[in-house]
Every structure is written in C-alpha cells, then in structure tokens.
C-alpha cells in the first residue's frame, strides 16, 4: 500500500513516506535488505541585491573574441577567455544541473540554450520553471526556480555584454530536485534518481549547488565522522556517477571555516570536485566551508569566484526577462569550475573524471603547496586544458563567398607543432574518399608555432555540401578533430554557416 517517493537502480532501491510503527512489517519482507532514513538537502544560500540592468557597467576587453560585460572578472580570474578565443567554448560536452528549477525559457540570457531535457523529480513532470498546475497543491513557492536560474547563468548563460559563462557552448539536461516549499527529506533521493537520469543520458559533467543537511531532533543525523565519502546517500550516488564517467562537481558548502572542520556532503566524496569560494582578489570568502574529510582527505579540492559573481535573475522574481545582478556562495564557484570542465572535455572528451581532476589541480595556483582552505587552488581554465596535450578548436569558423570556403580553426600545444603537417581532410557529403590538403599558419601566437590555421576551398556553400576533419602533430602527439574522426567529422550548416560535428 506504499508509494515510491524515489526509485533508485544503481541502489536497488525505493524511497517511501512510512510511519514508525510499521518499519518491523517492511523489515521482515523478504527482498528488504536494509532500511536507511532519508536526510535534508539545502540549497546553498545566496547573498546580494539584483539589479535591472549594467548599462553603465559594460566591459569590453581589447583582444578578446566576446564581450563578457560585468562577467569578465568571473570569468578572467580562472583564465576563461583565453580558451573562447581559441574556439573552445564547451560545444561538444553535455552538462547535467541539479537545483530548485531553471527559467530558462524566458531569460535573454538563457533562452538561446541548447537544453535538451528537463524534469520535475517533485511534481514529476518535464517542466522546472516556477508553476502553480491543478495537480500541484501546494504549488511552488514564488522563487522555486530562482537559485536554479542563477546557477545554470553562471555556468553556460550568454548574451554579449551583460553575461557570459564559461561552458556556454555545451548542452544541457536540467533536474528540479530541491523543493523550495520546505525542506523535505525525500529531496536526498531525488538527487539520486536526477543524478541515474542525467548520467543515463550521456552528460559529461554535473554541476550541483545543493548539499546534505542533518535531520531536525529526535531524528539520527550524520555528524563530522560521517564526512569520509562513504556514508551519506548522496556521496555514494555522486561516486556511482563518477565511476560511470561523469564529472560531479559540487558546492563546498557555506557553513564557515570551523573546527571541528565544517565539510558536508557530498563535497566528501574521493571522487567529487569540491568547489569551495574566494573573492575577486582570490582570498577565500568567509562562509566557505573548510576540510579535510573525517578520514584525512585534504578539502576542497578547487576553488572559484564565489562573491559578488554576476548571474541572471528569473523572470519570477523580476517580471521581466533581462534582470541581472550580483550574488555569492559556494553556489556559484561550483557552476564556475563545472563550466571549466565542459571546456576540458570539449577539447579532451577521452579523459576519465580522474585525469580532469589533475589536469586542474596540478595547474592551479596552490598547487605546490594545498591545503584545507583552499585546496589546490584557483582553477586556470587555459592550463587545464592543455595538460593532457595538444587542442584543437571543435568550433572552426566558416567564411563563405559565391564560389570559394575559407575554413580556419586554431590549434594551441605547449610543445612544438608541426606546422608543416596540420592537415584538413575534406570530401563531398555524399563520398567515403577523403582528400588531405595543408592548411596554412595565418596567425601565430607563440614560438611553438601554436595559432590560427587557415585554408581557401573551391566550393559554393549554396550548392556543394562537404564534410572534412582536422589533423595535427607536435613533438610530443598527433591529435584529431572530431576526436574518433573520420568516423566522426564536420559538417557546414548552410543555414548558419557553422561546423557542426555529425
């Protein structure tokens, strides 16, 4: 006579709203191996004043290929805008976002999205947007999808001049697993399901700003002896996403640098990026909170901005569709470095959870000497990038004239390229047979020979469809784009005039 709440595969298991006195009945069903209570998950707070609009407040950078507005700060001090110059902007990665719920339909900044899939692990339904249906009684609270908004702005919004984030490029699948009407235990199990979900669907990376939150008394809670990645429901499903090749990364927490040390979960997890929050000048913000793990593992692993960072602001709570403003917490410093991952794995979509793992924290700042406030320091988003190796943009720009194609794509290595063997293979739409021409070094930008390479072809975009890949060698590699290709390769779109990877 019970309903599931939750139903977990990885876990073989259900969650259910039972009273007390009938646990001894459901212990003594046959397939009943264990029975655990289900804990509190919190959205980590936020703090700031929104306002409508930046229109005195407009950054533009010389030398850069976008302008980020109020955003550049965010984005400059984990050394993002190198990477967006260089056409690695997350296209090609798939992100999964756990929050309250995402406007993502009506914001300027958010609209244009490539979000494929969204569900309401509350409501049950694939809508995440604040909405009051007859079926939802009580329907969400005025700002259900307000923290979620923010969070998915920071990570992958875009409109020039106003915001920009980092793995704006990427694609998107959306959970609504925190119920902002109160805090309900099931929310825990939610996690799991979205977390089954989101992997179940090929993301690459999930970006989580919701941690664990004990019971209210008399209830058993965790303590800090729990904090060694191995108890919590939450860590187990975060460390079951990694093993499965996703990249989990997730808010520290705000609960302040303590002792006993303030570490919650799953930012406990081995496995897990935790993502804890300095300031514009990189000192670590008070609220962030502080390892190591009751098992001796150093935490956070990583940090990012996480004051004052600038996001967009849902139509649910300003009336309209253009309100940004500034918030803080570990909230926000998780979307930042989870948008670094989706640059990582775009340029390198072979690596394992493990190898993005060090590629930032041996690049980042403290990473000679990490310790429980920072961890290893502030994320360098171009060096991540390039530690596993030579990159080459997944995004190569296309000019098109009546009878000619110029392609051009930038190919960046720490050690000495080929210049002489960065090849382009090309062949009509409808021909297995491809044909390798030189591309030529147009615009250099180190003495590795790492730049711009660009090549004319003799087709008319309006009557001649072509594919084509891209080869590259240094002293150290060779590498290709599409990675896999020619099984996989270009393809132009002759309606946007784009590379797109078939």
Not at 243 to 262: D, I, K, L, R
Not at 457 to 463: A, E, G, K, R
């Amino acid at each position: 006579g019970l309903s599931p709440h939750a139903i977990s595969k990885w876990f073989n298991a259900v969650s259910v709203k039972i009273k007390t006195d009938k646990l001894e009945e459901i212990k003594k069903l046959p397939f009943v191996d264990k029975i655990e209570g289900v804990h509190f998950l919190e959205k980590i707070g936020t703090r700031g004043n929104y306002t409508s609009t930046f229109d005195d407040y407009v950054i533009s950078i010389s030398g850069n290929k976008y302008n980020y507005g109020p955003t550049y700060w965010q984005n400059q001090q984990i050394n993002v805008p190198k990477l967006h110059n260089y056409g690695i902007t997350g296209y090609g990665s798939r992100v999964g976002m756990c929050d309250d719920g995402f406007n993502w339909r009506n914001h300027e900044a958010l609209n244009t999205r490539r979000v494929l899939g969204e569900f309401d692990w509350i409501f049950k339904d694939d809508s995440t947007l604040f909405q009051r249906e007859p079926n939802q009684i009580p329907g969400d609270a005025f700002d259900q999808d307000g923290h979620g908004t923010a969070t998915l702005s920071t990570l992958g919004g875009f409109k020039e001049g106003k915001l920009i984030g980092p793995g704006f490029d990427s694609e998107f699948y959306l959970s609504k697993t925190e119920d902002g009407r109160s805090e309900t235990p099931v929310e825990e199990d939610f996690w799991l399901t979205a977390l089954e979900w989101m992997e179940g669907r090929g993301v690459d990376v999930i970006s989580s700003s919701l941690i664990y939150k004990p019971f209210d008394p008399p209830n058993v809670s965790y303590d800090y002896k729990d904090m060694n990645g191995r108890t919590t429901v939450i860590v187990r499903a975060a460390e079951t996403a990694a093993y499965f090749g996703v990249v989990v990364c997730n808010s520290m927490g705000n609960e302040s640098q303590t002792n006993p040390p303030s570490i919650v979960s799953p930012p406990d997890g081995d496995s897990v990026f935790a993502i804890g929050a300095v300031d514009s000048t990189g000192k670590i913000a008070y609220f962030s909170s502080n390892g190591p793990t009751s098992d001796g593992r150093m935490k956070p692993d990583l940090v990012a901005m996480g004051v004052d960072v600038i996001t967009a602001v849902s139509k649910s709570t300003s009336g309209n569709d253009k309100t940004y403003g500034p918030t803080g917490g570990t909230s926000f410093s998780c979307p930042l470095t989870a948008g670094v991952c989706s640059l990582i794995l775009s340029a390198h979509p072979e690596l394992t959870p493990m190898q993005v793992m060090e590629a930032l924290k041996k690049t980042s700042d403290k990473k000679d000497s990490p310790n429980n406030v920072y961890g290893w320091g502030l994320v360098n988003a171009y060096e991540a990038a390039l530690y596993w190796g030579m990159i080459i943009s997944n995004r190569p720009d296309i000019i098109t004239s009546d009878n000619h194609i110029s392609i051009s794509t930038y190919v960046i290595s720490k050690n000495n390229i080929d210049e002489n063997n960065v090849m382009l293979y090309y062949a009509k739409s409808s021909e297995d047979k491809f044909i390798a021409v030189k591309m030529e070094l147009a615009e250099k930008i180190d003495g590795t020979n790492s730049g711009k390479y660009t090549i004319n072809l003799p087709f008319s975009i309006n009557t001649d469809n072509i594919k084509f890949y891209i080869s590259a060698s240094d002293s150290q590699s060779s590498r290709m784009q599409p990675y896999n290709a020619p099984i996989k390769f270009f393809f132009i779109n002759q309606d946007t005039k784009t590379a797109e990877i078939y």
